[in-house]
């Protein structure tokens, strides 16, 4: 099967650049989709990833962890930019999601 993942959000728009960088996670170098809550859909669309992925995945968390303890960020010509931040769960995530809402209509039969 194949993917396509998106670069960035759908539609750029100012408030949408302050409420991203207001969130913090980009001055560790994080993207949107590091930061997402694990829930099972979001473990099994992780489990699904290419090795690329979670190795580059793996890579973010544990800098960002190490900055975090250090209480350090990343300089800014390194954060993740809003236009930038690389939706690579995405694909994944829909998918699970669509498979686990089709196996609740067929156990509702």
Do not use: C
């Amino acid at each position: 099967m194949s993917y396509v993942i998106r670069k960035g959000p759908r539609q750029i728009t100012n408030i949408g650049r302050w409420a991203y960088n207001l969130s913090g996670f980009n001055q560790y170098g994080l993207h949107h989709n590091d930061v997402l809550y694990e829930n099972d859909d979001v473990k099994e669309a992780l489990r699904r990833l290419p090795q690329q992925y979670v190795d580059d995945r793996n890579y973010r968390l544990t800098r960002a962890l190490h900055l975090s303890m250090t209480k350090t960020i990343l300089p800014k010509n390194e954060w993740t930019k809003y236009e930038e931040d690389f939706r690579y769960l995405e694909p994944y995530l829909e998918e699970v999601q669509r498979e686990r809402e089709e196996k609740e209509e067929w156990n509702k039969k």
